[in-house]
């Protein structure tokens, strides 16, 4: 059977995203499994940043239609237009619908949740704006917009999964026009690029989610191949049989050396690792080679 996927599954150490506040306080999302609360990054979260720091984003163009939504039209659709590679449904006019060409798992967390809040106010905005207006911060706390708060924070190994299937990339079947190869193997080397070297802005701080061991390659099935076989239990990447096994059907295997997992040496002889540039750029290569450029 001829490889129509690249399928990657990555362990980055990254901050959870938020979900809704209640007032003056914040909490990261969660899910439960296992019996257990584990802090995640939200696929959601994931994809859009992943497409923003890609570049995939920049021809993006939106408009209104009840709801914002990406702008789709015969002459500009996922062939020509990068944003739509991510998938769209435009519903002016005549409703189109074309599914994402790429799939990214939610990256959930390694150890269950352990709160841990952090408590800030504007305590230096406030006594400015007091010294201005001649108020008191303590007297008037209301006046000058005194206002602690409070969220929790988590930043732990997560494991998340990234799928793309090869044979949809530039193709929109809605107006039965495709990109030519050049382009295609550019746009997932674009979003290779993105995941590499992904940094996140969260809680307006810098995040460097790199991946600190990856997993993966060209495949016959268009699957998260490796979802299921990668684990980290007390900073310690699991070396199971069937991790072994599959990575030795063609694949490649990558580790970040910095003693962020505890049994690296163990991890480089087990599956004969690469260094992470290596990696990415031994799958662009087989990228290229896919489309014959």
Request: glycine share 6%; aromatic share 8%.
């Amino acid at each position: 059977m001829n490889k129509k996927a690249l399928t990657i599954t990555i362990v980055a150490n990254m901050t959870s995203n938020y979900s809704e506040s209640l007032g003056n306080i914040a909490s990261v999302q969660k899910v439960f499994r296992n019996r257990k609360v584990y802090t995640i990054r939200s696929r959601e979260s994931l994809k859009n940043a992943i497409m923003t720091q890609s570049g995939l984003y920049e021809d993006l163009k939106t408009e209104i239609d009840g709801a914002v939504q990406k702008k789709v039209t015969e002459e500009s659709n996922a062939s020509n237009c990068r944003a739509l590679e991510g998938g769209y449904m435009n519903t002016s006019g005549t409703t189109y619908i074309r599914n994402s060409s790429f799939y990214v798992t939610d990256a959930i967390s390694c150890e269950s949740f352990v709160s841990q809040p952090r408590f800030h106010n504007n305590l230096y905005m406030a006594t400015n704006y007091a010294k201005e207006n001649g108020l008191n911060v303590q007297n008037h706390a209301d006046q000058v917009g005194l206002m602690p708060y409070q969220y929790e924070y988590d930043k732990s190994l997560k494991i998340y999964s990234i799928t793309i299937d090869l044979e949809m990339v530039g193709k929109d079947d809605n107006f039965q026009e495709e990109a030519e190869a050049e382009e295609k193997a550019e746009r997932v080397c674009m979003l290779l690029n993105a995941v590499e070297t992904l940094s996140l802005i969260v809680k307006g701080n810098m995040d460097n989610a790199e991946p600190v061991f990856a997993v993966g390659g060209l495949s016959e099935r268009k699957t998260h191949y490796f979802e299921n076989v990668v684990h980290v239990k007390e900073d310690r990447l699991e070396l199971s049989e069937d991790l072994i096994i599959k990575k030795n059907q063609g694949f490649h295997a990558a580790l970040l050396k910095g003693q962020t997992l505890e049994n690296e040496k163990e991890i480089e002889e087990t599956l004969k690792t690469m260094n992470m540039p290596e990696f990415f750029q031994t799958l662009k290569e087989e990228v290229r080679e896919y489309y014959g450029v």
